[in-house]
């Protein structure tokens, strides 16, 4: 099975930017969502953002306004832009990609950490 695959995160200051990629074969033009998650140390895991098939995207509260996740289907990639991050913004991020007759499956990455200090 195709396992997704993270990248682009890193350690940051407070107010800056990082970009998070997530390489996905063959889930860019299925009929079902993709998502991001993160886990930040000793919490459980949190819904960020979902891209749908129409490529209409949804975030939670918290990135609302500083988050954006875009689809590269030429490339099999989703992307999540995070713009003035803040320390507690810090966790690991994790791309879903969702399939299945009701998308209820998924396959996962094996995350990626974001750090940000203050």
């Known amino acids: 099975q195709v396992q997704p695959v993270e990248s682009g995160g890193g350690s940051v200051q407070h107010g800056e930017s990082l970009r998070l990629s997530c390489i996905i074969p063959g889930f860019t033009r299925n009929p079902c969502h993709m998502d991001w998650y993160r886990q930040a140390a000793g919490k459980q895991r949190e819904w960020v953002s979902r891209?749908?098939?129409?490529?209409?995207?949804n975030y939670s509260d918290s990135v609302k306004g500083r988050f954006t996740v875009s689809n590269e289907q030429a490339n099999d990639t989703i992307f999540l832009q995070m713009n003035n991050l803040k320390p507690e913004d810090t966790a690991r991020y994790f791309c879903a990609g969702f399939y299945g007759s009701f998308c209820q499956d998924s396959r996962w990455g094996q995350g990626i950490q974001v750090t940000v200090s203050s």
């Open positions: 891209i749908n098939p129409d490529g209409k995207p």
